[in-house]
């Protein structure tokens, strides 16, 4: 292994994986130097290239802290977390798309009976959500947990405001026996991503904005089902169409159908005017 060469240096690195006992571990290793070293050889890559980006890896690094993984942002921001994502959620036709989860769930949501509030008092324009839970025949799935969380009318999560009450605009609901769901919140806003870290300043460099369009997030979770996390996108959201993460799915889009009654708003609890959102689920049996 001496005076390597443009061409066998590559065989070379990769030969010193030979021993490697665990067989995954060698076949990652294996392609990324494979990877890396053809993007090198591809763009030519020189020395200040390089270290340009060893500190752009080290800055990122050293944004991330328990509250911000600015790695995940690259991730998301490159494509990667959703690609990895179509990968490990093949699903057939039908059944409910994953999406991604994102950085700002939080476990321990209180579990709240059909058409309870999740805004509480948050400023915004009410929205009735409601569907069902069923299996890929369209037979209904009772007791299926929908797990909610979603940002508020200015694009914010409650982890974001130290001001905002601790889990505002998360709940737990319960589908019944027909398998149905339905509960109360404000319409969510698009957001940005955090443009304060390296990723904001790639995002910069290459002209793109940093918004994903307006979302409620959900997991979905039933005894005998795969579990499946996704998120429903308002119809006619500027961002549709730029997502800065990749992760709006067309079967995810719905419409927010504006209502103008006193007496429906009323008989639902909100004030007017109000939206509604209808939204059926489809679980996969696991197999
Ligand atoms: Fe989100």
Known sequence: MRNL???NV????INTFANTENPRVKEILTSLVKHLHAFVREVELTEEEWMY?????????????????????????????TLKDIINNRKPPGVTEYT???????SGAEEMPAMANIAGDTPGEPVVISGRVTNPSGQPIANALLDVWQASAEG????????????????KFRTDAEGRYAFRTIKPSFYPIPGDGPVGQMLRAVGRHPYRPAH?????????YEAVTTELFVE???YLDSDAVFGVRGSLVVDFVQHDSAEKAARYGV????????????????S
């Open 156 to 171: 914010f999560y409650d982890v974001q405001l130290p001001d905002q009450a601790e889990l505002n605009l998360r709940g």
């Open 53 to 81: 980006g060893i500190q752009f890896l080290t800055r990122a690094g050293h944004m991330c802290d328990d509250k911000r993984q600015e790695f995940i942002l690259l991730s998301d921001t490159l494509g990667i977390t």
């Open 271 to 286: 004030t007017n005017p109000f939206y509604t959102v209808e939204y059926d689920f489809v679980l996969q049996p696991l």
């Open 236 to 238: 006619g959201d500027p």
């Open 5 to 7: 060469t443009e061409e």
């Open 10 to 13: 590559t065989e070379a690195v």
């Open 216 to 224: 409620i997030h959900f997991i979905l979770s039933a005894d005998g």
């Open 100 to 106: 991604i989860l994102g950085p700002f769930y939080v």
